[in-house]
């Protein structure tokens, strides 16, 4: 889905949505006086621009602020890192959804070796909202031989770790064998890779982890390597979880 401001907007709301960064990085940016608008050094982040009709330089590069907002799902494989582009030479997002896409931004991140559900947009101010959010994950976890016994109670009451408690709010086993199990975990993370670590503290490092939902997000069917746009029903109910 699409959409575009045709009519006069905030200056840092404008930035924003061109992909230079967060609404607090872009008023970060209007204040340090370096931004133009019409060839003019504006500080004033509250001041009103027309992005289709007005010229908005950064540090005296041009930023497309009359562009579509854009809101994208990806699949992302194992091994693909979690950002749009990767001064390693490493697999990244951006590679998934080509040069045309780089100014996403990503709604958390799932490391390299978590493979799934990943949010892409350019809408700064909504992605910077919905990350600090810490939307509830969910995700499968594939781990070496049956369900350890206990481990449901374990994971709820959660571990300590580098000083912050994680733990799950929903546990399902989905499948329990001699050689490999399958369950379901879902957690609001506030610390970067925290369904891995949690399991990690737990002595059950899993050997597979896949992000199955974000918030109201699902991934359903779509294929690994693949990207989708949000639907419009989508798209309300992220709008309305970053206004709680």
Partial sequence: MTAIAANPVRLDKALARSGAGSRRVCDQL?????????GVVVTNPLTKVDPAVTPITVDGSPVDTARDLQYVVVNKPPGVVATMHDPLGRACLGDLV???NRGLFHVGRLDAETAGLQILMNDGALAGRLTARALTRTYLAQLPGPV??????????????????LGVDDFRVVVSAPRS??????????????ARRLLIALHQ???R???VRVG????GDLEAG???????????????????
């Fill in 98 to 100: 080509g040069p045309a």
């Fill in 148 to 165: 350890p016994p206990g481990l449901e109670a374990q994971l709820r009451a959660g571990v300590v770790v580098d000083g912050a408690r």
């Fill in 181 to 194: 199990s399958m369950v379901e975990i879902s957690l609001r993370e506030t610390t970067k890779r925290g």
């Fill in 209 to 211: 982890l896949v992000c």
């Fill in 205 to 207: 490092p899993p050997q």
């Fill in 30 to 38: 209007i204040i340090a006086g370096r931004v133009s608008v019409d």
């Fill in 226 to 244: 693949r990207s989708r746009s949000l639907t419009e029903v989508e798209f309300h109910a992220l709008l309305q979880l970053a206004r709680e």
């Fill in 216 to 219: 109201p997000v699902l991934l």
